[in-house]
């Protein structure tokens, strides 16, 4: 397995377009993350799926965000009518039930709109 | 709500000296984790030393070991022998035991002299 991967890597859009990522997490991993990292912060927690329920969203999600996990094996995160604000690189992290503490990270997506 | 600070923005070093990344937090849960992930320009997160809070001895993986100071809420970590390849940005980050989402300070930019 080569970890956890996420496409695209990079993504530039217009302000007002709809925008969608995927995040593959490692085989074994029941557990998926989504962060959000912006320039000169460190990463801040969006989402958690456990299998295919999505079981937290952070307040930072607003409506125009939508998350999915189906069957329990990739991710998606969506983002519809994209906003200057939303320039950002998305992280998508993943963990065993086992080792919960052990979250491994993609390389993300980095985001800007324009 | 759990908070982490890095007081340090940037740090700099000689190559094969020793350098100290500092971190405090602040959190009222007994039982959590502590970490120090590394993430090197344009290149994905990945981790680079745990701490369980519970443990007395401090974590240990080859050049790198830490400080935990749990009274004094202070985690710090100890890079010996810096190599050019150390350079990156250092993030230390939070889990709370019964949680699962990572609270991260805003990083240390290490630079590594040659």
């Known amino acids: 397995d080569t970890g956890v991967s996420q496409n695209p890597r990079h993504k530039i859009t217009k302000r007002g377009q709809n925008v969608t990522f995927r995040c593959d997490p490692i085989?074994?991993?029941?557990?998926l993350y989504w962060y959000r990292q912006t320039l000169g912060q460190g990463p801040e927690f969006l989402t958690y799926?456990?299998?295919?329920?999505?079981?937290?969203k952070s307040r930072l999600l607003s409506d125009r965000f939508s998350a999915e996990r189906p069957k329990g094996s990739f991710s998606t995160l969506e983002i519809q009518r994209t906003e200057q604000g939303d320039s950002a690189m998305y992280l998508c992290?993943?963990?065993?039930?086992?080792?919960?503490?052990?979250?491994?990270f993609g390389p993300g997506t980095r985001l800007t709109v324009l | 709500a759990q908070t982490v600070t890095q007081s340090q923005p940037e740090m700099s070093v000689q190559e094969a000296e020793t350098v100290t990344l500092s971190c405090t937090y602040d959190t009222s849960e007994s039982d959590y984790y502590l970490f120090w992930y590394k993430q090197p320009p344009s290149r994905q997160m990945i981790l680079v030393i745990r701490q369980e809070a519970y443990k007395q001895q401090n974590a240990t993986e080859n050049r790198f070991s830490v400080n935990f100071q749990k009274a004094a809420k202070s985690f710090s970590l100890k890079i010996s022998d810096s190599q050019l390849g150390d350079a990156a940005m250092y993030f230390c980050a939070f889990l709370g035991g019964s949680n699962y989402k990572l609270t991260f300070g805003k990083g240390t930019l290490l630079t590594v002299n040659p």
């Open positions: 085989s074994e991993h029941n557990r």
């Open positions: 799926f456990q299998n295919e329920a999505q079981l937290e």
């Open positions: 992290a993943s963990s065993p039930d086992s080792k919960r503490f052990e979250q491994f």
